[in-house]
């Protein structure tokens, strides 16, 4: 059993001002697997003051001093990679194979590229005869969701360091074992004392409080639309920056060639991972609907190859992350069967031989039409919807009629006609035939949020843009 009851403010493990005592549960088990401590408004209130204090030295650093200080850091996160992997296995039922791959992986390669980027960022350039400076925003609120919980700190937490703001990080309730484990690397690491600063709670209450101070320069919030909008919203009082990566339901456009079935199949194994708990996971998969069969059977097929259990064993998908979650998609799952679509995989209840913890079937619905509620609405689970289309045009005209436009993805062996159906959807980032960039940058349109992170994109979320006109003597 795992206890963490202390806050990291001011560079100390310090007991909470005010707290309330929350137990965590395991998803593979239902069993206790912790007890932590639920901050209150006192409590942020410290960790901000902390963080504006150390503003005032670290906003005035130079580049070789933080990088200094990133590279410590990622000395440190090699040496506890495992101790973060089991974390989040724990917590969240990531299976051990992909806690330890991925969800790693992840991490590391935004520390590596914030190094990166860092090295060659112009903080300083010259237009006309004025110099354009940009100067770290300040305190940063940093509101990251439980599933994918080291990717989602590391996004926010490395641009901030490297462009010179300090910050106090509030992680999901469901994924504190990992955020507590990638403190102690900063802490191992050096940080100065109240750059950054990490404290636990509910997000009514502590994320709250971190919007609504008048010391937080800006928060950045990966989470539901609705948590995003009640972040706006309690922000707008002091008008401060609000960065919001939130929901989607994006699509994935597979065209019409001798590829199309290997496509659907590769589709489905993409939804499948880390329990459909991804927020850019392509869940309306379309497909020409002239081979609506050939796409079934190729996903029927994929999809029973999706094996489920313990995290802890050699299997593709664990547990939902909670009760909670897993009634949710349950509602869902029954909620397509109601409106009419063909359930090919899957459907409701635990897969056969597990009884306990939060087990879901991977499920492929087919047949689906874009107006049913379970093509609009993100389930985050292992749901994924088929839908048919007539042609390219029709395609993307289903693509795009969503309220979200967070990812999607465009598979096909004309790589010509891949990028121009990707170049007509209204979505923040478009993986084309599975590409992969760690500088590419990340966030969405419509309901799915604003602003960008990953690579240099994410560096300007934290900086202001300072403008020293008549910098250079105007010529004659």
Same mark, same amino acid.
């Given at each position: 059993?795992?206890?963490?009851?202390?806050?990291?403010?001011?560079?100390?493990?310090?007991?909470?001002?005010?707290?309330?005592?929350?137990?965590?549960?395991? !998803?593979?088990?239902?069993?206790?697997s912790g007890?932590?401590?639920?901050g209150?408004?006192?409590?942020v209130?410290?960790?901000?003051?902390?963080?504006r204090?150390?503003?005032?030295?670290?906003?005035?650093?130079?580049?070789?001093?933080?990088?200094?200080?990133?590279?410590?850091i990622?000395?440190?996160?090699n040496?506890?990679?495992?101790?973060?992997a089991?974390?989040?296995t724990?917590?969240?039922?990531?299976?051990?194979?992909l806690?330890?791959?991925? *969800?790693i992986?992840?991490?590391?390669?935004?520390?590596?590229?914030?190094?990166?980027?860092?090295?060659?960022?112009?903080f300083e350039e010259?237009?006309?005869?004025? #110099?354009?400076?940009?100067?770290p925003?300040?305190?940063?609120?940093?509101?990251?969701?439980?599933?994918? $919980?080291?990717n989602?700190?590391?996004?926010?937490?490395? !641009?901030?360091?490297?462009?010179?703001?300090?910050?106090? #990080?509030?992680?999901s309730?469901e994924?504190?074992?990992?955020?507590q484990?990638?403190?102690?690397?900063?802490?191992?690491?050096?940080? $100065? =004392?109240? /750059?950054?600063?990490?404290i636990?709670g509910?997000?009514?209450?502590?994320g709250? %409080?971190?919007?609504?101070? $008048?010391?937080?320069?800006l /928060?950045?919030?990966?989470?539901s639309?609705?948590?995003?909008v009640?972040v706006?919203?309690? =922000?707008?009082?002091?008008?401060?920056?609000?960065c919001?990566?939130?929901?989607?339901?994006?699509? *994935?456009i597979?065209? &019409?060639?001798?590829?199309?079935a290997?496509?659907?199949?590769?589709?489905?194994?993409?939804?499948?991972?880390?329990?459909?708990q @991804?927020c850019?996971?392509?869940?309306?998969?379309?497909v020409p609907?002239?081979r609506?069969?050939?796409?079934?059977?190729?996903?029927?097929?994929? %999809?029973?190859?999706?094996?489920?259990?313990?995290?802890?064993?050699?299997?593709?998908?664990? !547990? /939902?992350?909670?009760?909670?979650?897993?009634?949710?998609?349950?509602? +869902?799952i029954?909620?397509?069967?109601?409106?009419?679509? @063909?359930?090919?995989?899957?459907?409701?209840g635990? !897969?056969?031989?597990?009884?306990?913890?939060?087990?879901?079937? $991977?499920?492929?619905?087919?047949?689906?039409?874009? &107006?049913?509620?379970?093509?609009?609405?993100?389930?985050?689970g292992?749901?994924?919807?088929?839908?048919?289309?007539?042609?390219?045009?029709?395609?993307?005209?289903?693509?795009?009629d969503?309220?979200f436009?967070? =990812?999607?993805?465009?598979?096909?062996? &004309?790589?010509?006609?891949?990028?121009?159906?990707?170049?007509?959807?209204?979505?923040? =980032?478009?993986?084309?035939n599975g590409?992969?960039?760690?500088?590419?940058?990340?966030g969405?349109?419509?309901?799915s949020?604003n602003?960008?992170?990953w690579?240099? +994109?994410?560096?300007h979320?934290?900086?202001?843009?300072?403008?020293?006109?008549?910098?250079?003597?105007?010529?004659?």
């Amino acid at each position: 059993m795992r206890e963490y009851l202390k806050f990291y403010i001011d560079g100390q493990w310090v007991d909470p001002i005010e707290h309330t005592v929350g137990t965590t549960i395991n !998803p593979a088990t239902e069993e206790p697997s912790g007890k932590i401590a639920l901050g209150g408004v006192q409590d942020v209130d410290r960790a901000v003051q902390a963080a504006r204090r150390a503003f005032k030295s670290w906003s005035k650093t130079s580049r070789e001093e933080r990088l200094a200080v990133m590279e410590r850091i990622l000395e440190e996160y090699n040496k506890r990679s495992a101790d973060l992997a089991a974390a989040i296995t724990e917590e969240m039922g990531a299976p051990a194979g992909l806690a330890g791959g991925f *969800h790693i992986h992840l991490g590391l390669g935004h520390l590596t590229t914030a190094i990166e980027v860092l090295k060659e960022f112009a903080f300083e350039e010259k237009i006309g005869n004025s #110099l354009i400076v940009k100067d770290p925003i300040g305190v940063c609120g940093l509101i990251t969701p439980w599933n994918w $919980p080291v990717n989602q700190i590391a996004v926010k937490v490395f !641009p901030a360091l490297a462009t010179g703001c300090t910050m106090v #990080l509030k992680a999901s309730q469901e994924s504190h074992f990992s955020a507590q484990i990638f403190t102690e690397i900063l802490d191992a690491a050096g940080v $100065p =004392a109240g /750059v950054f600063n990490m404290i636990q709670g509910r997000g009514s209450v502590v994320g709250e %409080a971190l919007a609504v101070h $008048p010391e937080v320069d800006l /928060v950045s919030i990966t989470g539901s639309e609705s948590a995003g909008v009640q972040v706006a919203i309690n =922000a707008a009082t002091s008008v401060k920056r609000v960065c919001q990566e939130l929901g989607g339901k994006s699509a *994935h456009i597979i065209l &019409d060639d001798e590829q199309m079935a290997a496509n659907v199949a590769g589709a489905i194994g993409g939804v499948m991972m880390n329990s459909g708990q @991804t927020c850019s996971a392509s869940t309306r998969m379309l497909v020409p609907k002239a081979r609506m069969e050939e796409a079934i059977a190729a996903a029927q097929e994929a %999809a029973a190859q999706v094996t489920v259990g313990d995290p802890n064993s050699e299997v593709a998908m664990g !547990p /939902v992350v909670s009760g909670k979650q897993f009634e949710s998609i349950q509602g +869902y799952i029954a909620k397509g069967i109601d409106e009419g679509a @063909t359930l090919i995989a899957g459907g409701v209840g635990r !897969p056969e031989g597990l009884d306990k913890g939060f087990y879901v079937k $991977p499920t492929v619905f087919a047949n689906v039409t874009n &107006d049913m509620v379970i093509a609009r609405e993100e389930i985050f689970g292992p749901v994924l919807c088929i839908l048919g289309y007539e042609d390219l045009d029709d395609a993307v005209a289903i693509a795009n009629d969503s309220d979200f436009g967070l =990812a999607g993805n465009v598979s096909g062996v &004309d790589l010509e006609t891949a990028r121009n159906v990707a170049r007509q959807m209204r979505t923040g =980032a478009i993986y084309i035939n599975g590409g992969f960039d760690f500088h590419a940058p990340f966030g969405g349109m419509k309901r799915s949020g604003n602003g960008r992170e990953w690579g240099e +994109y994410g560096f300007h979320e934290y900086v202001e843009i300072k403008s020293l006109v008549g910098y250079e003597p105007a010529a004659g």
